[in-house]
């Protein structure tokens, strides 16, 4: 089966789910695929170990065909990043850009820590012998809170828009930092060498450069537009910053996810007139929010028939179990600390760090960094971790989120 046959399976398979979930189950779209899809893969499982001996290994040869990796890093995730940015309320963005600064950047890092002295400690105690290195990594692996996955869910959870600011914001910057991150500690963990000033280097140079030709991507393309008045035309222009630019800042070591981000909150935010007429930025935002629906479900697809690749060993899956409540603690505390640094300059509501705490969801991007570590016992340990942890927080967190918000939003 080529490349070309298993797109348009997967695609048939994002159809044909969301319509059955539309119809007859009524989730959030993202997670109702990902649970249609977990289950088609345990029936095949099932089947292949039962009935239909074949089954399995020609499900497994014909996922293998996708690089889920690849796929994700370097081609969806830079449509996804720009479509959500291109939404957002770059104002209200502003009133918040502490909060959401400090959450991408310290809340990263800490969450990071936290994740790998718990779980090298875990680890030990349960005869899973690991380097803490790649306990750094996986804490890494599970920092960010993915984008993809939190507009995915806040489209229909109902979360007040002060607060899905919030969520929305640090999750569209958090993954760029956290990306950067695990290169250093995946290059740490492979090489053996340690150094202090070249991964800060390395770090601000994938981070601020990111930052800075994000910017010039937004202002050539705000040029482009604003000369011509065709919305086909400007939709290709969009479509090249997208493709154009994330390659071009792959090649120069710059930060593809943190300038896709910056292009799009620029470009989203321009007042009509200015780069292109109404009727231009309404065929401009249908169009990306299309492409943005189909990327999410055949990527939610992905999530849930990737379960077909893991290993069932009992010690990894217990593991994974034991880590959610580790992940949640350190998301607490990550979220905590920029909040009460901030309570002297600005107040918060009663509730905003529960709803931050449960609101940061793991999904695609943490999947995907870690099926792109090397082959070794270190691998499997911690696909199988970072497995049970999105899943959990894509199909617990995800379907009460909303309802907590409510409800607290309510109490107040």
């Known amino acids: 089966m080529g490349i070309l046959e298993v797109a348009g ?56 065909r996708v690089d889920f990796s690849r796929t994700v890093l370097d081609g969806m995730l830079s449509f996804l990043l720009f479509a959500g940015a291109l939404f957002v309320n770059l104002d209200a963005l502003r009133e918040r850009k502490y909060l959401v600064g400090l959450l ?31 306990c750094l990594v996986l804490g890494a692996v599970l920092a960010p809170t993915d984008p993809i996955a939190v507009l995915g869910v806040l489209k229909s959870a109902g979360v ?36 202090v000033a070249g991964a800060a280097g390395l770090f601000l140079q994938e981070a601020v ?5 994000g910017l010039a991507l937004a202002w050539i393309a705000h040029r482009m537009l604003a000369s011509i008045d065709q919305y086909q035309v400007e939709i290709l222009i969009t479509l090249a910053v997208v493709l154009g630019g994330y390659s071009l800042a792959h090649a120069l ?19 009509p007139g200015e780069s292109m007429t109404g009727a231009t930025r309404e065929h401009l935002d249908h169009f990306w929010e299309l492409l943005d629906e189909l990327l999410n479900a055949v990527l939610f697809v992905l999530i849930g028939l990737e379960v077909l690749i893991l290993t069932f060993a009992p010690e990894p899956w217990l593991a994974g179990l034991l880590m959610i409540p580790v992940v949640l603690l350190a998301r607490l505390v990550s979220v905590s600390v ?34 792109s570590l090397p082959a070794g016992a270190e691998r499997d340990l911690l696909v199988t971790v970072t497995y049970a942890v999105v899943l959990f927080s894509l199909v617990v967190q995800g379907l009460t989120v909303g309802g907590l918000a409510r409800r607290l939003a309510n109490s107040e």
């Open 9 to 64: 399976l997967l695609v048939t398979l994002a159809a044909v789910f969301a319509w059955f979930n539309d119809r007859f189950i009524g989730l959030p779209t993202t997670i109702g695929v990902m649970v249609l899809a977990l289950g088609l893969s345990l029936v095949i499982l099932l089947a292949g170990h039962t009935v239909f001996p074949g089954v399995g290994g020609w499900a497994e040869q014909t996922l293998a």
């Open 160 to 195: 007040p828009e002060s607060l899905e600011t919030k969520i929305v914001g640090e999750s569209l910057f958090n993954d760029g930092v956290a990306v950067v991150l695990f290169l250093v500690l995946v290059d740490m963990a492979t090489s053996g060498e340690a150094s």
């Open 209 to 213: 450069g990111g930052l800075l030709f």
């Open 253 to 271: 070591h710059l930060s593809g996810p943190i300038a896709m981000v910056v292009a799009g909150l620029v470009l989203g935010n321009h007042k």
């Open 104 to 134: 991408a950047s310290l809340g990263v890092v800490t969450s990071t820590l936290l994740v790998a002295g718990l779980s090298w400690g875990l680890f030990a105690l349960m005869g899973l012998e690991i380097a803490f290195v790649w």
């Open 338 to 371: 920029p909040v009460h640094m901030l309570r002297w300059v600005r107040e918060f509501s009663p509730g905003v760090i529960r709803v931050l705490t449960w609101g940061g969801l793991r999904g695609g991007i943490s999947v995907a960094l870690v099926l």
